[in-house]
């Protein structure tokens, strides 16, 4: 059975008491709507860019980082909508990335997909119970491609899509 990611959105938050209250209900009317950035995090750069490449390729805004620090860095200014990053990186991992992530309350909110060549059950289990999206590499190209627009859009980027395609 391969775990490949969500069918509706989800509600990030830790395994222990910590509540995200970064993104507050106001009846204040809303500005502009930002263009949705996707932020993809590998520290192979090949990878990276090949992700970069499909995700343009599909009309997303994307940047990228080499690591977490980086994404950080970039987090600060580009406030990415998704976030996809991999796993095994040097320094800090991806899923000391990801309670890293959790624990700020700017960025608890962001979902977060998964790519890892990690396919053992222990590490899908992981990734869902951080809130986050699971895709082995592997990964099939359009499930990706769906579960971020997914993100990103909610349903009426799937049907966008579905609509260009007609």
Request: hydrophobic share 40%; glycine share 6%; charged share 25%.
């Amino acid at each position: 059975m391969r775990v490949h990611g969500s069918t509706g959105p989800r509600v990030r938050g830790s395994t222990g008491p910590q509540v995200c209250y970064s993104h507050s209900v106001s009846n204040a009317p809303a500005a502009s709507v930002p263009t949705p950035i996707v932020l993809v995090v590998d520290d192979h750069e090949d990878s990276r860019e090949a992700m970069v490449m499909l995700l343009e390729e599909d009309g997303l805004k994307v940047v990228s980082a080499d690591g977490p620090r980086q994404a950080f860095e970039k987090i600060a200014v580009e406030r990415p909508t998704v976030i996809i990053t991999d796993i095994a990186m040097p320094g800090v991992d991806g899923w000391t990335f990801m309670e890293q992530l959790k624990a700020d309350d700017h960025t608890c909110l962001i979902p977060v997909i998964v790519l890892t060549a990690f396919a053992e059950d222990k590490a899908k289990v992981q990734a869902l119970a951080a809130g986050a999206t699971f895709f082995p590499k592997p990964f099939d190209a359009s499930e990706l491609l769906a579960e971020t627009r997914y993100l990103v859009y909610g349903q009426r980027g799937l049907d966008r899509r579905r609509d260009e395609r007609r």
